[in-house]
Structure formats: structure tokens, C-alpha cells
């Protein structure tokens, strides 16, 4: 039997008992809106309704859900679409999305579970227009998954297309945007969440976040986002955005469209971006892995930076067991950055082939520390820093009472750029170097010599750790009166000499040289 669709309010209704309902195609193509495919009482079966879903084929668009009454039976009903099955679904029903593309927009503003069949078999695609919004930040936000108003949502099993189409009428684009409301995110992914159209890149236009979560309201708000994998994304992959949230950001794959000069991606953000008070968002950032998250500057743009993980305005919250990967140490692209934040905890973080694994209160736009405050009481331990340009960056006017101990830094260009109150902290506290130079009184450690010396000034001593390190000279004679020196048995390589041939070169006056092995 072929149930195909047309104005009907619903094709087949059960109430009886005994009822058999089995090898029957239900087809729900021209199924009007608000309709629904099946009402079945499971006293009306024989047998249960997973045996009914497993001898029956639904095509083109089949949802349920189970509605318990009280004292009385389970009510089973199949709808066409998403949104049909949810306005009629009440408090605590999980509403069932079977394999199939669902060209929709779903609003989630009652306490229910949307569950799909899995990712890549349950699909949610944007419509051309997405005609329902809420207002977040001072505008319009149009989502194609909303949760407004609630709290208990969950999500699951399903994935959100954006197929491109944040321009014209969808601005403020967004896969899942979560407002005012307590939610989980599990197991989903979200993808090409941009203005892009299907084969497009990303433009500058400062919208397009995979999840977008929001709280303007005094309730704080739990949200919880985890195994997701959340791609091809205009400008944010995961964003909480104002006040008063909690967020668990727990084992999601975030990977950027990599490096572009068109617009600075950040991975994963915490934002509380409403005035009058500030640190009011919270939780834990964990084991996600992000990737291919790199802002390319260039003489036509502004000075500006993609970042993996990107803390601003927040309170005490935990970033643990992350791994972040760039693209080169030569884009503009930060491991973890923390901004006007305080307590912050990094621990046991991966961060590689960046321009900076860690930067603590930026210096790129002017006066916009004074805006946030300092960062005060950051936390770094355990986790491997290696392979950036710089490996952990603080502004030191911003930056205060930072901690850092048991972290690995190796093959970066500078592996600590601070505070010269800082930089003993850095080398003690059970932090391991591969390379080490730095000066006795300065803010920095290098992994070359050269570097060193390059950075000294007369009478300056210039301290070189463990570690193999490549030819170089004061050839100019400038500074004089340096001390070079290695208390830890250094070695300095000669299988590659500079231009002069020699492996050191001492011209300045007054030179001391000590402790180094000549290989």
C-alpha cells in the first residue's frame, strides 16, 4: 500500500486493538504542513511501534514522537517535517527524526529532545529564507535551528547544511543559535554556515557561526556542545555572546576553511561582550581539536588574528587537553588567547604551527586591553607548546600574576615573550626547553644564539640552556663587553656556517665566551 500525500490531515489513525501495520510505504512529498502520517495508540498494536518503524518504509521526510497520557496510553504520531511534530510535541517529549533531508527551519522553544538517526543521515538544510529571528546583540539573528526561551533542549544525531546561504535575507546567519535558554548540543554536525553559497569562500562579513549561544537575561544558563564536528563556517565555529552562561565545550572537531586574508576565523569563543559588569561567563573547554583557523594580513587589510580557542571577559574557566593546529608560523593565528580575563586555567593543551601557541592580552588594537582590564591570575601547565613562531606571549602591562609550569616549548622561534618579572617562572617550575637563550634581566627567551645577541646590549649577559644550537657572531662588533655564556653544556653545531665560515665570531671588545661545546 502506497500512502502518497496530498491535503489529508492524517493517512492512517489506530485505535482499536490488535492492529497489524506492516509492509506499507508512507510517502510524505505532498504532505501538507501540520499534517501527520500516522496516530496510533500502542494499545491499537500488535506488537510494538519499533516493530511498526522496522516493517514500514517512510520516504521524503518522517518525524515522531511519543506522547505519554497519563493514566491512559502512549499516543504515537508520524508527521512530514521537524517543525510539524514539535508544535504539536508538549514538555519532555522526544521528538524522532528518521533518515531523510529536511529543508527547514526548526524553532525549539518548549523542553523537548530533537534526535535524529544519526549525521549524514538525518539532514537539515537552510531554506533560500530563513523567515523567523530572535534579537541578540541589537539585532536579528536567523538560525536555522533556534532554541528560545527554554531550558532542557536537546539535540542529536543530525546534521545542519547551511548549503552557503547567509547573504540577502539571512544575515547574522547561524547553524544552531541557542538564546535565553539551558541546552545540550550532542553529536551533531554543522557545516557550510557561511554567505559563500555552495562552492564560495567566506567573505569579511563578520557573521556565520556554526553554534551561537546567547544570554542578555540575569538567568545564567547552562549550555553544553560535545562530539560535534563543526565545519566550513564563516567567522565563529562555536560563540557564547553576552552574560551569565555556563559553557561545556567538551571533544568537538572545529576545523577553519584555513589560511584567508578575507576574514579572522576563532574556533571556539567566549565573549561576555555586555556592559556593566563583565566575567560572568564560565565552564570548560575540552578535549576538542581545532584546525585550520589562520588570518593571512596583507597591506589591503586590517591588522587582526584568527584564534583557536579565545577567551574574552571571562571568569575562571578551564581549557584542558585541547589540541590546536595552525597552518604555519607565518599567518596570523593564535593557539589560545586570553583577553580581560581572570582565573583562566590552560592545562595539558597541545598548540603547534602557530604565530603564537598563548597570548595573553593581545597588543593589536590600541587601547582595547584598557577596555576589558588585565588578565589577571592565568594559569599554564602540563601540555606541549611547539613549533610557533612565538610559543607563549603576555603583554606585560595587561598581564598579571601568571603561573606557568610542567609545559614542554620546543622549535619555537621564541619560545617566551613577557614580562622580565615573569621570565624566571618560565624557566624554572618544571617547564622543559629544547632551546633556551635569554638575557640576564630581559623578557624573553630565544632558541638562538643570534637572537640573543642580536637583542643585548653592552655589558649584557646572555644565557644559553641545553641544547644544540647553530652557528653565530657579534660580526659587527657591536654590542661590546657580552657575556656568552652556558652553564647547562651546550653545543654549538658547525655542519652549517653562515656566509662568514666560521662557527663563532667574537668582534666586539671585551668578549666572554664560556662553557659551550664547538662540534
Known amino acids: 500500500t502506497l500512502f502518497p500525500y496530498t491535503t489529508l490531515f492524517r493517512s492512517l489513525r489506530a485505535r482499536g486493538t490488535n492492529t497489524v501495520i506492516s509492509g506499507n510505504t508512507f510517502d510524505g512529498t505532498n504532505m501538507a504542513a501540520d499534517t501527520n502520517m500516522l496516530e496510533v495508540y500502542d494499545t491499537a498494536l500488535s506488537g510494538t511501534f519499533d516493530d511498526l518503524l522496522a516493517n514500514n518504509t517512510f520516504t521524503n521526510g518522517a518525524v515522531w514522537f511519543d506522547h505519554a497520557v497519563t493514566g491512559a496510553h502512549n499516543e504515537y504520531y508520524v508527521f512530514r517535517g521537524i517543525n510539524s511534530a514539535v508544535s504539536k510535541a508538549t514538555a519532555g517529549d522526544t521528538v524522532h527524526a528518521l533518515a531523510?533531508?529536511?529543508?527547514?527551519?526548526?524553532?525549539?522553544?518548549?523542553?523537548?529532545?530533537?534526535?535524529?538517526?544519526?549525521?549524514?543521515?538525518?539532514?537539515?538544510?537552510?531554506?533560500?529564507?530563513?523567515?523567523?529571528?530572535?534579537?541578540?546583540?541589537?539585532?536579528?539573528?536567523?538560525?536555522?535551528?533556534?532554541?528560545?526561551?527554554?531550558?532542557?533542549?536537546?539535540?542529536s544525531g543530525l546534521t545542519v547544511d547551511g548549503l552557503g546561504k547567509g547573504s540577502g535575507a539571512n544575515t547574522n546567519f547561524l547553524g544552531i543559535g541557542i538564546y535565553d535558554s539551558s541546552a545540550t548540543v550532542d553529536g551533531v554536525t554543522v557545516t557550510r554556515i557561511s554567505d559563500g553559497g555552495l562552492s564560495g569562500s567566506p567573505s569579511g562579513v563578520q557573521s556565520g557561526y556554526g553554534i551561537g549561544v546567547y544570554n542578555d537575561s540575569a538567568t545564567n544558563q547552562t549550555v553544553t556542545v560535545e562530539n560535534s564536528t563543526i565545519d566550513n563556517f564563516q567567522k565563529n565555529g562555536i560563540a557564547f555572546r553576552g552574560e551569565n552562561m555556563t559553557a561545556n565545550i567538551l571533544n568537538n572537531v572545529v576545523t577553519g576553511v584555513g589560511d584567508t586574508d578575507a576574514i579572522a576565523q576563532n574556533g571556539i569563543e567566549l565573549y561576555d561582550n555586555m556592559s556593566g559588569g563583565g566575567q560572568t561567563i564560565t565552564g570548560t573547554i575540552q578535549g576538542n581539536a581545532v584546525t585550520g583557523v589562520s588570518y593571512v594580513v596583507t597591506g589591503a587589510n586590517s591588522p587582526d588574528y584568527a584564534t583557536g580557542i579565545y577567551l574574552i571577559d571571562t571568569d575562571n574557566v578551564l581549557v584542558q587537553n585541547n589540541i590546536v593546529t595552525g597552518t604555519g608560523t607565518?599567518?596570523?593565528?593564535?593557539?589560545?588567547?586570553?583577553?580581560?580575563?581572570?582565573?583562566?586555567?590552560?592545562?595539558?593543551?597541545?598548540?603547534?604551527?602557530?604565530q603564537r601557541g598563548i597570548s595573553l592580552s593581545d597588543q593589536y588594537y590600541s587601547g582595547i586591553n584598557a577596555n576589558f582590564g588585565a588578565d589577571n591570575g592565568v594559569t599554564v601547565t602540563g601540555g606541549s607548546i611547539s613549533g610557533n613562531d612565538v610559543g607563549l606571549f603576555t603583554n606585560d602591562a595587561y598581564a598579571t600574576g601568571l603561573n606557568v609550569s610542567g609545559v614542554g616549548f620546543a622549535g619555537n622561534n621564541i619560545q617566551f615573550e613577557g614580562s622580565s618579572s615573569d621570565l624566571p617562572g618560565v624557566l624554572a617550575n618544571g617547564n622543559t626547553f629544547d632551546k633556551s637563550v635569554y638575557i640576564t634581566g630581559g623578557d624573553?627567551?630565544?632558541?638562538?644564539?643570534?637572537?640573543?645577541?642580536?637583542?643585548?646590549?653592552?655589558?649584557?649577559?646572555?644565557?644559553?640552556?641545553?641544547g644544540t644550537y647553530g652557528a653565530f657572531g657579534n660580526v659587527n662588533g657591536d654590542p661590546s663587553n657580552l657575556t656568552i655564556q652556558t652553564t647547562e653544556g651546550a653545543v654549538i653545531d658547525g655542519s652549517v656556517l653562515p656566509h662568514t665560515g666560521r662557527i663563532v665570531e667574537l668582534s666586539g671588545d671585551g668578549m666572554t665566551f664560556s662553557g659551550f661545546t664547538i662540534n
Open 100 to 155: 531523510g533531508t529536511y529543508e527547514e527551519q526548526v524553532v525549539l522553544d518548549k523542553s523537548i529532545t530533537l534526535e535524529g538517526a544519526g549525521v549524514g543521515q538525518t539532514i537539515i538544510e537552510a531554506p533560500d529564507t530563513l523567515s523567523h529571528s530572535f534579537t541578540a546583540e541589537g539585532t536579528s539573528q536567523h538560525a536555522i535551528i533556534s532554541v528560545e526561551n527554554t531550558s532542557g533542549v536537546t539535540i
Open 330 to 354: 607565518g599567518a596570523a593565528s593564535f593557539g589560545i588567547a586570553v583577553l580581560g580575563s581572570s582565573d583562566a586555567t590552560l592545562d595539558s593543551n597541545t598548540l603547534s604551527g602557530l
Open 444 to 466: 624573553t627567551i630565544f632558541s638562538q644564539i643570534q637572537d640573543g645577541i642580536d637583542a643585548a646590549s653592552a655589558g649584557d649577559t646572555v644565557n644559553v640552556g641545553a
